[in-house]
C-alpha cells in the first residue's frame, strides 16, 4: 500500500546495494528504469506523511462528536446481572452504530471477569461478541457449553439459535439444519420457521423455502412482532437470491421498523447497486460513511454514476484500509477484497482476500463476492473450488455471476 | 401464550448479530506514533473521543469536545498519555520534552497530536517503546507505531499482549531482508513464469541464427561481438520497457484490468514468434521487446502487489523484485543462449527444422493462452 511508504529511497542508496554490482548487461537502462521508480515514489511519499498538527482552531470550533452513549468504563459493574446487561447494551450499540469501538469495550468488561463468575447468559453474551470478532470457534465452543449444561430454557433458545446462524453463516448447512430443528422443537414459530427456510435455501430449495415461509408469515399472529419482522428479512434474503423483485419490498419493510439494521440496509443497497438503481443505492447509503460495506457499495455507486464526489470517498476509504493493514487485523476483509475489485481494479489482490474471507465466512455476499474476483482474475481453480462447493450443496442463487 | 420478556429484545437483536457480517465497520481505536532515531522526535496521536474515555474533555456534557474544552484539559491529556508510554534505551527510561501539541486529522476524525524530544542517558536513541494507553478500557485498541532511521522505516504494533516494541533491529535488517525476499521473488516469478520466458526465448531466436564467423571461432558456442550487441539491445530494451510500466502499477499511476494483461502477454508472444519467420514489424527486435516489455511489466506488477499488500516499503520491494527479474533473465540468457548457438553450429537442421518446430510449439501454447486468458465482456 502506498500509504505504507513513509520515506523516499534516494538514488544514492539504490546504488549501494551490493546485489545490483552484477553483471552490467543491461546496466544504464536498468538504472534508468529503477531512477524512474524512485522519482514517482518520492511523489507518492508526499500524501502518506502524518497530517500536520495544527493549533489555529478557535475555542467555539466542535473538533469531535461524542457517541450517544459513552461508556462509563470508570466503575466496574458489581454484580453478574448489571454486568451482563451493560455487554449487552455495548455489543447492541456496535451493532446498530456499525462501531467496532463498543465491541472493544464490552471485551474488556468480560476479560475483567473471573472465569469462575461467569453465568450461562454471560458466556452466550461472550459467544455472541466472538462470534462478531470473527473468532467462530470461540464461539462455538462457549455456545456448545451452555447447550450442555444450562438448566435455563431462554439460554438454551439463545444459544441454539447463535449456533444455527454460526452454522449458516460459515457454510456448515447439515448441522445448521439440526440446530434449527431443534430450535423448532423448543421454541416454534416464525424465529425457527426462518432458521429452516434459509438452510432450505441454500440447499437447492430456494423456491419451495420462499412459498412455505410466506405461508407460516400469514398464517401466524401479528403480535409475535420479532418473528414477523425476523420472517419478514428473511423473505427478502430468499427472493434475493430467486431474483424477484420483492426482495425490496421485504427488506424495505424491516429498514421501516429498524432503520439501523445495517445487514438489511447492506443487502438492499447491493440488490440495487447489482440491478443498476443507483440513485436507490445512493439514498440508502447516505449518512454512512462510516460503515465500510456501506461505504465501498456507495462509492461504487458514486463512480458508476461518475459523480465527483467517488474519487473524494474512495480516498478516504483507501486511508481507512492502510490503517487497517498497518494494524494487521483485516476484519472487514469482505469490505476490502470489494474494494479492491471494483474500486483499484486489482482482482488478483481481490481475488486473495476474498477466498481468504470465504474460508470462514460463506453467505451468499461472500460466495458471490469470491466467484466475482475469480472471474476477473482468471483463476480457473479457484472458480472450480467455489463450482464444486456450490454444486455440493445445490446452491443456486441468482446473484452468482456464471453459475455453471 | 408465552411471552418471555428479554426473549424478543435479545433475539431482535440476534437477528443482527448472527447474520450481520457486514455491520462491523467504523474503525477500530488505533492511536498513531511517529518516532525518528536519528533526531529523537517522537510524535504520538490519540483520537479525542478515545481520550475522553480517560479525562472528563466534555466538560459541558453536551456530547461535543471542543476547542476551549481540548485547552482547558491539555494538561491532564499530556499527563495521561506520557503515563502510559515509556520509551528507553539500554532499561533506562528517556525522558520527554513537550515541544508542539495541537490536533491531527486521520480517517475516523480528529485526534489530539502531540510532539517531544526524546532525551536518553548518554544522547543514545531510544531501543524500546512500552505502550500501555487505553488497554484497560478497549482491547482491541492497538498503538501503531513507524519507526524511522535514515531513510529506512517499518512498522509496529503494541497491543494488549504485546505493550513493549523493540525499536531496534525493525529497521536496517528489516530492510535488507525484504530486499532479498523480493529479489527471489522476482527471480522465481521470472523463472517459472512460462510466457515471460517463451516471450525471451523468441527475442532472442533471431540473434543466434546470425552469427556468420562459426568456422574460424574455436569457441563457437560463444557468443559473438555481434550478437552480444543485439542481445544487449533485447534485453536492454526489455528491461527498461517493463521497469517503466512495473514503476507505473506498482505505484498505482496506471492501472490495467490483468485479465486483458495477460491476454496480450499471450498474444506478444505470437506475433513475436510470426515475426522471426515473417519480420512484418522489421528485422530490429528491440523495439519489439521495448513495446511489448511495456505489457510485460504490467503482469510483473501484478504479481508484485499480491506479495507487497502490508508490506512496509514499497521502494525497496520494487527495487528487490526488478532487480530479482533482471538476474532471473540473465541468468536465463546466460545457460540458454550458448545452447543455442552451439545447435545453431552443430547442425543445419538447427536453422531449418528445429527453429521452425519451436516457433511453431510457441505459436500454438500461446494461442492457447489468448484463448483461456480472454474475458468474458
Redesign the interface.
Known amino acids: 500500500?502506498?500509504c505504507?511508504?513513509?520515506?523516499?529511497?534516494?538514488r544514492s542508496?539504490?546504488r549501494r546495494?551490493p546485489?545490483?554490482s552484477?553483471?552490467a548487461?543491461?546496466?544504464?537502462?536498468?538504472w534508468?528504469?529503477?531512477t524512474?521508480?524512485?522519482s514517482?515514489?518520492s511523489a507518492?511519499v508526499v500524501t502518506s506523511a502524518?497530517?500536520?498538527?495544527?493549533?489555529d482552531?478557535?475555542?467555539?470550533?466542535?473538533?469531535?462528536?461524542?457517541?450517544?452513549m459513552?461508556?462509563d468504563?470508570s466503575s466496574t459493574p458489581d454484580n453478574v446481572e448489571a454486568l451482563a446487561d451493560e455487554v449487552?447494551q455495548l455489543?447492541?450499540q456496535?451493532?446498530?452504530?456499525?462501531?467496532?469501538?463498543f465491541?472493544?469495550?464490552a471485551?474488556?468488561l468480560l476479560?475483567d471477569w473471573p472465569e469462575a463468575g461467569f453465568t450461562d447468559r454471560l458466556r452466550v453474551l461472550r459467544a455472541?461478541l466472538a462470534?462478531?470478532?470473527h473468532r467462530f470457534d470461540a464461539a462455538r465452543q462457549d455456545l456448545e457449553r451452555v447447550l450442555q449444561t444450562t438448566q435455563q430454557r431462554?439460554q438454551r433458545?439463545?444459544s441454539r439459535?447463535?449456533l444455527?446462524?454460526?452454522e449458516?453463516?460459515q457454510g456448515n448447512y447439515g448441522k445448521a439444519r439440526q440446530h434449527c430443528q431443534e430450535l423448532a422443537g423448543i421454541y416454534p414459530g416464525l424465529?425457527a420457521a426462518s432458521c429452516l427456510a434459509q438452510t432450505d435455501a441454500r440447499t437447492g430449495q430456494a423456491d419451495a423455502a420462499y412459498a412455505h415461509l410466506q405461508a407460516q408469515q400469514a398464517s401466524a399472529s401479528n403480535a409475535d412482532?420479532?418473528g414477523q419482522?425476523?420472517a419478514e428479512?428473511t423473505l427478502g434474503d430468499l427472493a434475493a437470491q430467486l431474483d424477484l423483485d420483492s426482495a425490496a419490498v421485504h427488506w424495505g419493510i424491516v429498514l421501516q421498523q429498524?432503520p439501523d439494521?445495517?445487514?438489511t440496509r447492506?443487502q438492499l443497497a447491493d440488490w440495487h447497486l447489482q440491478a443498476g438503481n443507483l440513485q436507490a443505492t445512493l439514498a440508502l447509503t447516505e449518512g454512512y460513511k462510516?460503515?465500510?460495506?456501506?461505504?465501498v457499495i456507495r462509492a461504487i455507486a458514486l463512480r458508476e454514476a461518475g459523480a465527483p464526489a467517488a474519487e473524494a470517498l474512495a480516498d478516504?476509504l483507501r486511508?481507512?484500509f492502510a490503517?487497517?493493514?498497518?494494524?494487521?487485523t483485516l476484519?472487514?476483509q469482505?469490505?476490502f477484497a470489494r474494494f479492491q475489485l471494483d474500486i483499484?481494479?486489482?482482482?488478483?489482490?481481490a481475488l486473495?482476500h476474498a477466498l481468504a474471507n470465504w474460508e470462514t465466512?460463506r453467505?451468499p455476499?461472500?460466495t458471490r463476492l469470491a466467484l466475482r474476483a475469480a472471474?476477473?482474475?482468471?483463476d480457473?481453480p479457484a472458480l472450480e473450488r467455489l463450482h464444486q462447493w456450490l454444486a455440493q450443496y445445490d446452491q443456486i442463487d441468482q446473484r452468482y455471476p456464471?453459475a455453471p | 401464550m408465552f411471552r418471555p420478556i428479554p426473549l424478543p429484545l435479545l433475539t431482535v437483536f440476534l437477528w443482527l448479530l448472527a447474520l450481520a457480517n457486514p455491520v462491523l465497520a467504523h474503525k477500530a481505536s488505533d492511536s498513531f506514533m511517529y518516532l525518528d532515531t536519528d533526531s529523537r522526535q517522537f510524535r504520538i496521536d490519540v483520537a479525542l473521543r478515545d481520550l475522553a474515555l480517560l479525562v472528563p474533555l466534555d466538560t459541558n456534557r453536551d456530547g461535543e469536545v471542543t476547542g476551549g474544552e481540548l485547552r482547558q484539559h491539555r494538561g491532564a491529556i499530556l499527563a495521561a498519555i506520557e503515563a502510559a508510554i515509556t520509551l528507553s534505551a539500554d532499561n533506562t527510561a528517556c525522558q520527554l520534552r513537550g515541544e508542539e501539541s495541537g490536533i491531527s486529522q486521520h480517517s475516523d476524525g480528529a485526534y489530539a497530536a502531540t510532539r517531544y524530544q526524546v532525551l536518553c542517558d548518554g544522547g543514545q536513541a531510544p531501543d524500546s517503546l512500552n505502550y500501555q494507553l487505553l488497554f484497560a478500557q478497549d482491547s482491541l485498541h492497538r498503538g501503531l507505531i513507524q519507526i524511522s532511521a535514515g531513510n529506512e522505516s517499518s512498522l509496529a504494533v503494541a497491543g494488549p499482549d504485546s505493550q513493549t516494541v523493540d525499536l531496534r533491529p525493525a529497521g536496517r535488517a528489516g530492510l535488507w531482508h525484504s530486499f532479498t525476499t523480493f529479489l527471489w521473488e522476482g527471480v522465481v516469478h521470472l523463472l517459472i513464469g512460462l510466457d515471460h520466458i517463451l516471450f525471451l526465448l523468441v527475442l532472442v531466436l533471431p540473434a543466434s541464427l546470425s552469427r556468420n564467423d562459426s568456422i574460424t571461432s574455436p569457441q563457437r558456442w560463444l557468443p559473438s561481438r555481434a550478437q552480444i550487441i543485439e542481445l544487449t539491445g533485447v534485453v536492454t530494451a526489455f528491461t527498461v520497457a517493463h521497469s517503466i510500466t512495473l514503476a507505473l502499477a506498482a505505484l498505482k499511476i496506471v492501472s490495467l484490468p490483468i485479465a486483458w494483461v495477460e491476454t496480450v502477454i499471450a498474444a506478444s508472444i505470437v506475433v513475436a514468434a510470426v515475426n522471426v519467420v515473417w519480420p512484418v514489424l522489421g528485422r530490429k527486435t528491440w523495439p519489439l521487446a521495448f513495446g511489448f516489455g511495456l505489457i510485460h511489466g504490467f503482469g510483473f506488477a501484478s504479481v508484485l502487489s499480491d506479495l507487497t499488500s502490508g508490506t512496509a516499503n514499497l521502494a525497496v520491494a520494487l527495487a528487490g523484485f526488478n532487480v530479482g527479474v533482471e538476474l532471473g533473465q540473465l541468468a536465463l540468457l546466460a545457460i540458454c543462449f550458448p545452447l543455442l548457438n552451439l545447435l545453431a553450429q552443430a547442425t543445419p537442421l538447427y536453422q531449418r527444422a528445429l527453429v521452425p518446430v519451436v516457433l511453431l510449439g510457441v505459436v500454438g501454447v500461446s494461442l492457447m493462452w489468448v484463448w483461456e486468458r480472454t474475458p468474458a465482456v
Not at chain 1, 344 to 349: G, V
Open positions: 500500500m502506498t505504507s511508504v513513509k520515506k523516499t529511497l534516494r542508496d539504490i546495494r546485489a545490483i552484477f553483471p548487461l543491461p546496466g544504464r537502462a536498468f534508468l528504469g529503477l524512474l521508480a524512485g514517482l515514489l507518492s502524518p497530517s500536520p498538527i495544527q493549533n482552531f478557535s475555542d467555539h470550533a466542535v473538533l469531535a462528536t461524542l457517541p450517544d459513552s461508556p468504563l449487552q455489543i447492541g456496535a451493532r446498530s452504530t456499525g462501531d467496532p469501538r465491541l472493544g469495550y471485551e474488556r476479560q455472541t462470534q462478531s470478532l431462554q433458545i439463545q439459535l447463535t444455527a446462524n454460526l449458516l453463516v424465529i412482532l420479532t419482522l425476523w428479512g429498524s439494521d445495517l445487514y447492506t462510516q460503515v465500510d460495506a456501506l461505504a478516504s486511508e481507512r490503517e487497517a493493514q498497518w494494524r494487521g476484519l472487514h469482505r469490505d483499484e481494479n486489482r482482482p488478483t489482490l486473495k465466512q453467505e455476499m461472500d472471474h476477473s482474475a482468471g480457473q456464471e
